[in-house]
């Protein structure tokens, strides 16, 4: 399976502050249509995961542009340019490329 | 609206079974692979089993194959996971969701396995 590290595992950043999480993954994620399917979700305190990135850098219908995703091949990175008290929480990459699709360990943000 | 609402959780003894659903509305449930995912207690998220959008295909985890049965009823729009033979290790909340980018989640319903 592949494995995805998601880095640091927390995070604590001040309210208009930037935040950046990586994740690595264990071999490529461009699948063989030539598409990397890397996802970023968010799941905040009592709530289930909602997803805010797909395809490395496509934002879901609603996610503000503070985030952005970045990265290719094995290296991805999720950034929030001007962190708000709505983005605490814990964030996942999750790979699609390969099955079974899998999940890296997540990354809290808290906030300073 | 996408709506998944996941139900059946409870608490239950080590060995024995039990069957969530996942009901399903907002989209043409029949056109989409469908998947469970776990986290368990202060954990991160486990993908468990997944189904084609026929039901024909099954694939499961390591960690629950043998004792979990994934299925569907495109009829009723349900998704459906049998887990037997449960054991504390099980113990999570359970979402479903659309496998397809894993763009929909469901609330989740807690499965506790203790005695």
Known sequence: DVVMTQTPVSLSVAIGQPASISCKSSQSLVGTSGKTYLNWLLQRPGQSPKRLIYLVSKLDSGIPDRFSGSGSETDFTLKISRVEADDLGVYYCLQGTHFPQTFGGGTKLELK | ?115
């Open chain 2, 1 to 115: 609206e996408v709506q998944l609402v996941e139900s059946g959780g409870g608490l239950v003894q080590p060995g024995r079974s039990l069957k969530l659903s996942c009901a399903a509305s907002g989209f043409t449930f029949s056109d989409y692979n469908m998947a469970w995912v776990r986290q368990a207690p202060t954990k991160g998220l486990e993908w468990v089993a997944s189904i084609s959008y026929g039901g024909s295909n099954t694939h499961y985890g390591d960690s629950v194959k043998g004792r979990f049965t994934i299925s569907r009823d495109n009829a009723k729009s349900t998704l459906y996971l049998q887990m037997d033979s449960l054991r504390s290790e099980d113990t999570a909340t359970y979402y479903c969701a659309r496998q397809t980018g894993f763009a929909y989640w469901g609330q989740g319903t807690l499965v506790t396995v203790s005695s």
